[in-house]
C-alpha cells in the first residue's frame, strides 16, 4: 500500500528532489568566488593564492560526485549541512576578512540554515518560473509582513500563510503526479482546459499554490493597523480625551482596477462574479469617522475596529497576478494569457464557501484542486496565542494543533488526528466547531464522475499521559467527496 505521512520534512524532501544538482550549485559558489577574489589583493590572501582556493572547490566537488544526490538538497539533508559548515568555516579561514560576506555569497544558505520553508519560498518561486519582479518582490517580503502582522496583536484574526503557500503548492504537484482512477490527473486536467500537461504541472500549477495566498496580509492590514496601534495610543495616554480617525487601506478604483476585474470575471457564474466585486471593495467609499475617547477613571476601553467592508484575499491575490502580467491591453492582446487568466480565476474563487458552479472539477479543475488542497493542509500552521498582556505589549506562544496529515492513496483517504493537548487546550479547541467548518468547505466541491472520491477522518485524541496507558479517540467524523 502506498501511504504517506505529509509534514513539513515530507515538503522539503519533495522540494530538494526537484532543485538544481549540487554540482549545479557548487559550480555557482565558484563563479560568484572566483569573481569576487578578482580584486582582492593577492597579498592578503595570505600563502593562499586565487587558484588554489577555487581549485580546492574543484577537489570537494569530485570528491563528492558519489554522494550527488543526497547533497543536490541544497542544505535540507543531514549530510549536506555537515559539509556545509565545513564549506563555510573553510572559506571564512582562507579568505579571512578581505571580502564582506553580504559581498560574497550567503554563508548561512552555505550551511544550511536558511533552507525553512519560509526561506525556501523565494527560491522555489524563482526555480518555477515566476520571474514578473513585481511579485517576487512581494514573495520576498511577505515573510516580512506576515511578522508585523503577528506582533500587532492580530492573532485574533491571523495565522502562517507563507509556509502554508509553499506546502500548498508541493501537496497539489505530488497529485498531479498521480492516477486516481481516470489516468494521471495532469493528463485529465489538461484535456479538460486543452493546455499542454508538462506547462500545467511545471508551471500553472506552481503560480497557483504559490501566489494563492498572497493578497491576505492586505485584507488584514487595515484591521491590523488600527486594533495594534490605536489600543497603544489609548493604553499609552489614559488620563487624556483622545479623538482618532481610524485608518482605511482599499484598491484604487482611479486606475485600471475596472479592466482587470472584467478580465478575472470572464466565463464566471453570475454569483462568482457578483462575489468578486464585493471582495474588492465599493467605488466609493464613506470616509472615516473620528472616534472620540474621554478619559476615565479605569482608564480607557479597548478599541475594536469594525472594517466597513472585508476584502477578499483570493480576488486580491488573482489581481496581483493579472498585474503582474502587464496592463490590461497586453493581456488581452496576447492569446498565450488565458492560461495565465485561468490561474487567476482558480485563485479568486477559492476563498468563497458557497455553492457555486465554478466549484466543479468539471467547469474549473485547478480551482477544485486548489480548494481541496488548501483545506487539507492544515499541518503546521501555528495558533498565535495571547498568553500574557502587559501594560504595552503582548507575549504570543505559538503551538501546532496539527503536525501532519496521514494519506492512504490507494483508498485516497485522509487522516487528521488532533494531538497536540497543549495547543487544544492554549487555543479553546472545539473539535465538533472545527469539523462542521471543515465539512462546509470541502462539501462545496462538485467532483463529479472524473475526480475520484476521497474521504477526510477528523479525529480528536488524548494522548496516553501514562506509560501503560492507551490513547483515546474523543470524537471523530468523516467528510465524503
Same mark, same amino acid.
Given at each position: 500500500?502506498?501511504?504517506?505521512?505529509?509534514?513539513?520534512?515530507?515538503?522539503?524532501?519533495?522540494?530538494?528532489?526537484?532543485?538544481?544538482?549540487?554540482?549545479?550549485?557548487?559550480?555557482?559558489?565558484?563563479?560568484?568566488?572566483?569573481?569576487?577574489?578578482? &580584486?582582492?589583493?593577492?597579498?592578503?590572501?595570505?600563502?593562499?593564492?586565487?587558484?588554489?582556493?577555487?581549485?580546492?572547490?574543484?577537489?570537494?566537488?569530485?570528491?563528492?560526485?558519489?554522494?550527488?544526490?543526497?547533497?543536490?538538497?541544497?542544505?535540507?539533508?543531514?549530510?549536506?549541512?555537515?559539509?556545509?559548515?565545513?564549506?563555510?568555516?573553510?572559506?571564512?579561514?582562507?579568505?579571512?576578512?578581505?571580502?564582506?560576506?553580504?559581498?560574497?555569497?550567503? @554563508?548561512?544558505?552555505?550551511?544550511?540554515?536558511?533552507?525553512?520553508?519560509?526561506?525556501?519560498?523565494?527560491?522555489?518561486?524563482?526555480?518555477?518560473?515566476?520571474?514578473?519582479?513585481?511579485?517576487?518582490? @512581494?514573495?520576498?517580503?511577505?515573510?516580512?509582513?506576515?511578522?508585523?502582522?503577528?506582533?500587532?496583536? /492580530?492573532?485574533?484574526?491571523?495565522?502562517?500563510?507563507?509556509?502554508?503557500?509553499?506546502?500548498?503548492?508541493?501537496?497539489?504537484?505530488?497529485?498531479?503526479?498521480?492516477?486516481?482512477?481516470?489516468?494521471?490527473?495532469?493528463?485529465?486536467?489538461?484535456?479538460?482546459?486543452?493546455?499542454?500537461?508538462?506547462?500545467?504541472?511545471?508551471?500553472?500549477?506552481?503560480?497557483?499554490?504559490?501566489?494563492?495566498?498572497?493578497?491576505?496580509?492586505?485584507?488584514?492590514?487595515?484591521?491590523?493597523?488600527?486594533?495594534?496601534?490605536?489600543?497603544?495610543?489609548?493604553?499609552?495616554?489614559?488620563?487624556?480625551?483622545?479623538?482618532?480617525?481610524?485608518?482605511?487601506?482599499?484598491?484604487?478604483?482611479?486606475?485600471? @482596477?475596472?479592466?482587470?476585474?472584467?478580465?478575472?470575471?470572464?466565463?464566471?457564474?453570475?454569483?462568482?462574479?457578483?462575489?468578486?466585486?464585493?471582495? /474588492?471593495?465599493?467605488?466609493?467609499?464613506?470616509?472615516?469617522?473620528?472616534?472620540?475617547?474621554?478619559?476615565?477613571?479605569?482608564?480607557?476601553?479597548?478599541?475594536?475596529?469594525?472594517?466597513?467592508?472585508?476584502?477578499?484575499?483570493?480576488?486580491?491575490?488573482?489581481?496581483?497576478?493579472?498585474?503582474?502580467?502587464?496592463?490590461?491591453?497586453?493581456?488581452?492582446?496576447?492569446?498565450?494569457?488565458?492560461?495565465?487568466?485561468? /490561474?487567476?480565476?482558480?485563485?479568486?474563487?477559492?476563498?468563497?464557501?458557497?455553492?457555486?458552479?465554478?466549484?466543479?472539477?468539471?467547469?474549473?479543475?485547478?480551482?477544485?484542486?486548489?480548494?481541496?488542497?488548501?483545506?487539507?493542509?492544515?499541518?503546521?500552521?501555528?495558533?498565535?496565542?495571547?498568553?500574557?498582556?502587559?501594560?504595552?505589549?503582548?507575549? /504570543?506562544?505559538?503551538? &501546532?494543533?496539527?503536525?501532519?496529515?496521514?494519506?492512504?492513496?490507494?483508498?485516497?483517504?485522509?487522516?487528521?488526528?488532533?494531538?497536540?493537548?497543549?495547543?487544544?487546550?492554549?487555543?479553546?479547541?472545539?473539535? &465538533?466547531?472545527?469539523?462542521?467548518?471543515?465539512?462546509?468547505?470541502?462539501?462545496?466541491?462538485?467532483?463529479?464522475?472524473?475526480?475520484?472520491?476521497?474521504?477526510?477522518?477528523?479525529?480528536?485524541?488524548?494522548?496516553?499521559?501514562?506509560?501503560?496507558?492507551?490513547?483515546?479517540?474523543?470524537?471523530? &467524523?468523516?467528510?465524503?467527496?
Amino acid at each position: 500500500m502506498s501511504n504517506y505521512n505529509i509534514n513539513d520534512e515530507w515538503i522539503l524532501n519533495r522540494i530538494s528532489k526537484q532543485s538544481t544538482s549540487f554540482s549545479s550549485w557548487i559550480s555557482s559558489l565558484k563563479n560568484v568566488l572566483s569573481k569576487s577574489l578578482e &580584486n582582492v589583493d593577492p597579498k592578503q590572501l595570505g600563502r593562499h593564492g586565487k587558484n588554489e582556493i577555487v581549485t580546492s572547490l574543484d577537489e570537494v566537488e569530485n570528491n563528492l560526485l558519489e554522494a550527488k544526490e543526497e547533497l543536490s538538497k541544497l542544505g535540507l539533508g543531514g549530510m549536506f549541512s555537515k559539509f556545509g559548515a565545513l564549506m563555510g568555516n573553510y572559506i571564512k579561514k582562507q579568505i579571512g576578512d578581505t571580502i564582506k560576506e553580504d559581498d560574497l555569497f550567503d @554563508l548561512d544558505f552555505i550551511t544550511g540554515k536558511k533552507k525553512s520553508l519560509s526561506g525556501a519560498l523565494y527560491d522555489v518561486s524563482k526555480e518555477k518560473g515566476i520571474e514578473e519582479t513585481g511579485l517576487l518582490y @512581494l514573495i520576498k517580503a511577505l515573510p516580512d509582513l506576515e511578522a508585523f502582522l503577528y506582533s500587532t496583536s /492580530v492573532q485574533k484574526y491571523y495565522r502562517d500563510h507563507t509556509e502554508h503557500a509553499l506546502r500548498v503548492a508541493v501537496l497539489g504537484d505530488f497529485l498531479l503526479s498521480q492516477d486516481l482512477g481516470q489516468g494521471k490527473l495532469s493528463k485529465v486536467i489538461a484535456d479538460k482546459i486543452e493546455l499542454d500537461e508538462t506547462f500545467i504541472r511545471e508551471k500553472l500549477w506552481w503560480l497557483i499554490g504559490l501566489l494563492h495566498d498572497i493578497g491576505y496580509p492586505l485584507g488584514k492590514m487595515t484591521t491590523a493597523v488600527n486594533y495594534s496601534l490605536l489600543n497603544q495610543v489609548l493604553k499609552c495616554y489614559p488620563t487624556l480625551d483622545l479623538e482618532i480617525q481610524p485608518l482605511q487601506i482599499g484598491l484604487s478604483w482611479k486606475g485600471n @482596477l475596472e479592466d482587470y476585474m472584467q478580465i478575472l470575471e470572464q466565463g464566471m457564474s453570475d454569483k462568482a462574479r457578483d462575489l468578486f466585486r464585493t471582495g /474588492v471593495g465599493p467605488k466609493t467609499r464613506q470616509v472615516s469617522q473620528y472616534q472620540t475617547f474621554l478619559q476615565q477613571q479605569a482608564g480607557h476601553p479597548e478599541y475594536r475596529y469594525s472594517e466597513q467592508f472585508e476584502f477578499d484575499h483570493g480576488v486580491l491575490s488573482a489581481l496581483c497576478l493579472l498585474n503582474g502580467l502587464g496592463t490590461p491591453e497586453v493581456i488581452k492582446k496576447n492569446d498565450e494569457n488565458r492560461a495565465y487568466v485561468l /490561474v487567476a480565476q482558480a485563485i479568486a474563487l477559492h476563498s468563497f464557501k458557497d455553492h457555486l458552479s465554478d466549484h466543479s472539477f468539471e467547469k474549473r479543475p485547478l480551482g477544485f484542486l486548489l480548494i481541496l488542497v488548501d483545506e487539507l493542509q492544515e499541518w503546521g500552521r501555528p495558533i498565535p496565542i495571547k498568553v500574557q498582556d502587559s501594560y504595552f505589549t503582548t507575549d /504570543v506562544k505559538k503551538e &501546532n494543533l496539527l503536525d501532519g496529515v496521514l494519506l492512504y492513496l490507494d483508498e485516497f483517504k485522509w487522516n487528521m488526528e488532533f494531538r497536540n493537548d497543549t495547543a487544544k487546550k492554549l487555543s479553546n479547541f472545539d473539535f &465538533n466547531r472545527f469539523s462542521l467548518s471543515k465539512k462546509e468547505s470541502f462539501e462545496r466541491l462538485e467532483r463529479g464522475n472524473e475526480f475520484k472520491s476521497t474521504t477526510i477522518h477528523l479525529k480528536d485524541i488524548k494522548i496516553a499521559d501514562k506509560e501503560g496507558k492507551q490513547e483515546k479517540i474523543l470524537s471523530e &467524523n468523516k467528510i465524503i467527496i
